[in-house]
């Protein structure tokens, strides 16, 4: 194997999650180039990890819009010389993209559609029996290869990690960070209930931390500013609104810093626990059998055992019975008591 390809365009979670993929890909072809291919804006984020030779950002909505933009794509690919493509993606784009690059060897999922035109070697995807990570690790299968890493590791530019390092310097005692965000409403708990645990770790001495990604810095206000109104001026100096000025990779350098980090379930959520950051998440809309949970032993989740959870892959952006009680009836009082214990273990 020369050159190999991964793909992966879905969302910065999913990429996150096809790191082992990608190190276990690295361990058995050490001598290969190994390019990995990401949504539009999330490439900064992997190009200083060791098994990757090249990242590329694929935009759909921009430079690769439209049909004529998918076969400059093509063009630009084939011109690669792949020999091995595997897509980690089901779409019929995704597909057709992996049968354009011309490698002799092109490796997906069997429930992609039109999977035996795309595709040299397909794999089952197992969707109700594999958490994600497993399902990724399939595709290594037609290769007999076995998987080198079920944990996927980050590995950010100095510039960032030196910037978390200046941060964090200047904060004494624990730092809880709390990211209300999510590109889907019914993901998000209430910013009343994230304010609530936010003013209790202030009480308790802790520095607070508001993160946001672009489009959500409403969110982190609204936080902000149920916290200001409930605590006092002396711990209203341990807040910090971080929300809308840090790249993706300082994003992952500050949140690898943290005592502990409550958040929904978000693609955040994937850079905490993969640094092995103590992470507290509220699912809603979403269930352990879809396969995206943080893991690790210092990984908690919040849930209500409802009969109409999960509602979704994602969640949609509203509850689809009005009630959204699957985030509602979660008490910050019980939350506080899991983020307690870990900003003070």
């Known amino acids: 194997m020369k050159r190999i390809a991964v793909w992966n365009t879905a969302f910065l979670g999913d990429a996150v999650l096809t790191l082992p993929l990608v190190q276990s890909l690295r361990a058995a072809f050490p001598e290969a180039e190994l390019d990995f291919y990401v949504r539009g804006g999330l490439g900064a984020l992997f190009r200083a990890h060791p098994a990757v030779t090249r990242v ?16 400059r794509l093509a063009r630009e690919v084939a011109g690669r010389n792949y020999s091995l493509w595997i897509s980690a993606h089901t779409s019929p784009r995704s597909g057709a993209l992996a049968r354009l690059s011309g490698a002799a060897m092109r490796i997906g999922y069997a429930e992609s559609p039109l999977a035996r035109l795309w595709y040299t070697h397909t794999v089952p995807r197992r969707f109700q029996e594999l958490e994600e990570i497993e399902r990724l690790l399939q595709l290594l299968q037609p290769l007999g290869v076995a998987p080198a890493s079920t944990w996927p590791e980050l590995a950010l530019p100095e510039e960032d990690t030196a910037a978390a390092a ?6 004494y005692g624990p730092v809880l960070g709390l990211h209300p965000g999510s590109v889907w409403g019914s993901k998000r708990w209430p910013a009343r209930s994230f304010a609530r645990v936010g003013a209790l770790a202030l009480e308790a001495g802790a520095h607070v931390l ?5 489009g959500e810095e409403d969110m982190a206000a609204a ?3 149920h916290i200001r109104e409930s605590s006092g001026s002396a711990a209203r100096e341990r807040l910090r609104d971080l929300s809308g000025t840090l790249s993706l990779p300082r ?4 949140l690898g810093r943290l005592s502990c980090y409550l958040t929904n379930d978000s693609g955040p959520m994937h850079l905490a626990w993969a640094q092995r950051v103590p992470v507290t998440a509220i699912f809603g809309p979403t269930v352990h059998s879809l396969g995206f949970f943080p893991r690790g032993d210092t990984s908690t989740v919040f849930e209500i055992d409802l009969e109409c959870r999960p509602c979704g892959l994602h969640g949609p952006q509203t509850c689809p019975l009005g009630h959204h009680r699957c985030m509602e009836a979660i008490s910050p009082e019980d939350v506080w008591a899991d983020v307690r214990a870990k900003l003070r273990p």
């Not at 590329?56 to 076969?71: I, M, P, Q």
């Open 251 to 254: 994003l992952a350098a500050f």
């Open 56 to 71: 590329f950002s694929y935009d759909k909505r921009s430079r690769e819009k439209g049909a004529g933009g998918f076969l």
């Open 210 to 214: 508001l993160f946001a990604g672009p």
């Open 166 to 171: 200046a941060f964090f310097g200047s904060l």
């Open 223 to 225: 936080v902000r500013d």
